[in-house]
């Protein structure tokens, strides 16, 4: 059974560095053709998708986002960690982290999400 | 502006059938069979019903069905229940480099 759950704060400043962790279990971020992606939902708006982390470790990000984004993961912990530098209130969305299978190239398992404000 | 375009609504009734469109182009859509279909209600996390155009994950109904012509997906809903009515969103691969595209989302109101 494939899980995911996002974690981290609920309300950042403007100018912060958001992070965010997103547990897993059922898997391991090593498998091939297998990978972690982050996807982001603005209130009132459609899905964005933020980054991707493969099996490999290679990474990949939203172009328009790239210049303020990371993602890492720790193998030990199951654990895969996106970073948003610089943050501003349009930033403001639910985050999830999702399970994607690369042969298929589609997300086939969620985390809940996690929304977070980011207001002064 | 998405790279996928998709209408902004769609509406049927009980037991009606209902396609949503999903208009990529030549380097996306119309080159890859990797168009994937996801249901998202508010406040859940999104839900993949389709992959690989037309193939449908476990315990998806049949009642979801993918095509592809051309340059544009589509996603035919087909028995319309109360529950179906979601947002809808495409992807599709676009290249090792322009990978995560999603559609703008469909609205799909069950009348």
Known sequence: QITLKESGPTLVKPTETLTLTCTVSGFSLNTREEGVGWIRQPPGKALEWLALIFWDGDTRHSPSLKSRLSVTRDTSKNQVVLKMTNVDPADTATYYCAHMRWLRYSYDYWGQGTLVTVSS | ?111
């Open chain 2, 1 to 111: 502006q998405s790279a996928l375009t998709q209408p902004p609504s769609a509406s049927g009734s009980p037991g009606q059938s209902v396609t949503i469109s999903c208009t990529g182009t030549s380097s996306d859509v119309g080159r890859y069979d990797s168009v994937s279909w996801y249901q998202h209600h508010p406040g859940k996390a999104p839900k993949l019903i389709i992959y690989d155009v037309s193939k449908r994950p476990s315990g998806v109904p049949d009642r979801f069905a993918g095509s592809k012509s051309g340059n544009t997906a589509s996603l035919t809903v087909s028995g319309l229940q109360t529950e179906d009515e979601a947002h809808y969103y495409c992807t599709s691969y676009a290249g090792s480099d322009k990978l995560g595209v999603f559609g703008g989302g469909t609205k799909l109101t069950v009348l």
